[in-house]
């Protein structure tokens, strides 16, 4: 029955979108900072692909029509140090896949800086929480992505469900992770994305421990003051967005639809 019922769920999330952000368009609204989530990077049936050619149209749109910026400048923006005068997107792909090699050649010529969350102990993936057993990248090719001058951040340490792990686990997930991305990369790190976007208030407090200074959630919204360091909503791009989608997927009106069915039983379909 999900299946016969999802084509019809995605056509009316298409309708949706796009008329929401049409309304947007015609009153010149945009989000002044938002980020946005990738995962993998290949033409194949599972939700969170995306081909090659795909992403660098929309890469190139964004390119054309927002600026580019990083993590540090949302956190710039969230401590109230700068405002953002044009409508402005950071980019940041999830799990660490291999098949994210394929954009290098695309980054480095457009002089895109993308932020990668990766896991520290991929050898031990939960395959489950992943959904996927994509082959991920090996730390001499993320040592190699950090000299090319991508952002690394980290992902957990196997991509757990971290709102269900004991205490212990979420140490070893967070906190030693933390200590093993720096020690490979010889760098501070900074920032997290939670798996899945699954946190909870333990969960919270651990990062905050551990010394992260921004650590992003799967919550949809725009950054401003208001927005909790800790608690960084971004925007999830996956294959069923078509490009018409893709141009309205953070506008203003998108969003706070978005972050209303988030919860229930469609947010699968978002």
Not at 177 to 188: C, H, R, S
Request: a positive charge; proline letters at 4%; one cysteine or more.
């Amino acid at each position: 029955m999900k299946k016969l019922l999802y084509p019809l769920f995605i056509m009316v999330r298409r309708c949706i979108y796009l008329t929401l952000g049409t309304i947007d368009m015609l009153f010149g609204r945009k989000s002044s900072l938002v980020v946005l989530s990738y995962h993998s990077i290949a033409k194949d049936s599972w939700q969170f692909s995306i081909d090659k050619e795909t992403v660098e149209k929309q890469l190139t749109y964004l390119k054309k029509h927002y600026n580019l910026v990083s993590p540090a400048d949302v956190a710039d923006v969230i401590s109230g140090k700068r405002v953002m005068k044009t409508p402005s997107v950071v980019l940041t792909f999830d799990d660490g896949y291999k098949d994210i090699l394929t954009l290098k050649p695309f980054f480095t010529k457009h002089a895109i800086t993308p932020t990668l969350f990766v896991l520290s102990d991929g050898v031990h993936a939960n395959w489950e929480q992943l959904d996927t057993h994509r082959p991920l990248l090996s730390e001499k090719e993320i040592t190699s992505l950090r000299d090319a001058g991508w952002i690394i951040g980290c992902h957990s340490g196997t991509h757990a469900n971290l709102t269900e792990v004991t205490a212990k686990e979420l140490e070893t997930e967070v906190t030693t992770a933390k200590k093993i991305l720096e020690q490979l990369l010889n760098k501070k790190i900074s920032y997290f994305a939670y798996p899945r976007g699954k946190h909870n208030a333990r969960v919270v407090q651990t990062l905050s421990k551990a010394g992260y200074i921004l650590a992003f959630t799967m919550d949809d919204g725009a950054i401003n003051t208001a927005t909790n360091p800790l608690l960084v909503p971004r925007v999830g791009v996956d294959g069923t967005h078509t490009f018409a989608e893709f141009r309205v997927l953070f506008s203003p009106s998108v969003i706070r639809f978005r972050q209303m069915i988030k919860t229930s039983f469609l947010g699968r379909y978002l």
